[in-house]
């Protein structure tokens, strides 16, 4: 094996911590979905979960640029002018194409309660086109509403946050991440058995995945 692990030890912390940031705007959002908390009005209520599931996006994808710091340095500062996904996406897609998580789950064998395989997930999980189209909707809530304009159908939002929610459940739940370096790939749980924080492993391609680090 080549590769330094200690070298990548900062990177698999810091993409760790973009999960973390996730899983704690997730947790915003939930409170105010199921009203257990309210700022107080019904359309900041709606204007706050969206601006949470549009850096939730942001943040999806930002931390795969977590191995190189100038890329994501640029990257960041392009959203801040960004108000389209497709534009988002197709910046990333031009550092790495294959920038998207995975969503996977593990097997687990029923007479050793070990992990027998991964597989990956087909259907449930929010896809690339979805992205785009939660990420446009919840941009249309970042500006003040055109007094002129046609109301927005609040309530039609409103009735898909908890799609969205699954839906950004399901992809990062437990996934793999391929990093710039094609022969790369971090796994992720998002929860851990034991500390309920985020775990991260580094991969290598050979004739498979070697597993490199653990954190």
């Not at 257990?36 to 601006?51: Q, R």
């Not at 999806?60 to 960041?76: D, G, R, T, W």
């Not at 988002?88 to 995975?102: A, G, Q, S, T, V």
């Not at 790369?184 to 924080?197: A, E, P, Y």
Request: with cysteine.
């Amino acid at each position: 094996m080549a590769t330094d692990i200690n070298a990548y030890s900062d990177i698999l912390n810091r993409y760790a911590g973009c999960m973390e940031q996730i899983k704690l705007r997730m947790n915003s959002i939930l409170s105010i979905i199921n009203k257990k908390v309210s700022t107080g009005y019904k359309y900041t209520d709606t204007e706050f979960v969206c601006l949470q599931f549009r850096k939730i996006l942001e943040l999806i994808a930002l931390a795969n640029l977590v191995s190189n710091k100038e890329q994501y340095a640029i990257m960041n500062k392009n959203f801040a002018n960004h108000y389209h996904a497709k534009h988002i996406l197709r910046d990333i897609e031009k550092i790495n194409p294959n920038f998207y998580p995975i969503p996977t789950k593990q097997i687990v064998d029923e007479k050793t309660k070990k992990v027998k395989e991964t597989i990956n997930i087909e259907e449930g999980y929010l896809t690339k086109d979805e992205f785009v189209e939660i990420y446009d909707e919840c941009s249309q809530l970042m500006h003040a509403e055109n007094p002129f304009a046609e109301p927005k159908n609040l309530e039609l939002l409103r009735s898909k946050f908890h799609s969205w929610y699954n839906k950004i459940l399901i992809l990062l739940n437990h996934h793999q991440l391929q990093l710039i370096d094609i022969n790369l790939q971090i796994w992720v749980i998002m929860n851990s058995k034991d500390s309920g924080r985020v775990t991260t492993n580094l991969f290598k391609m050979t004739s498979k995945f070697d597993d490199l680090e653990k954190d």
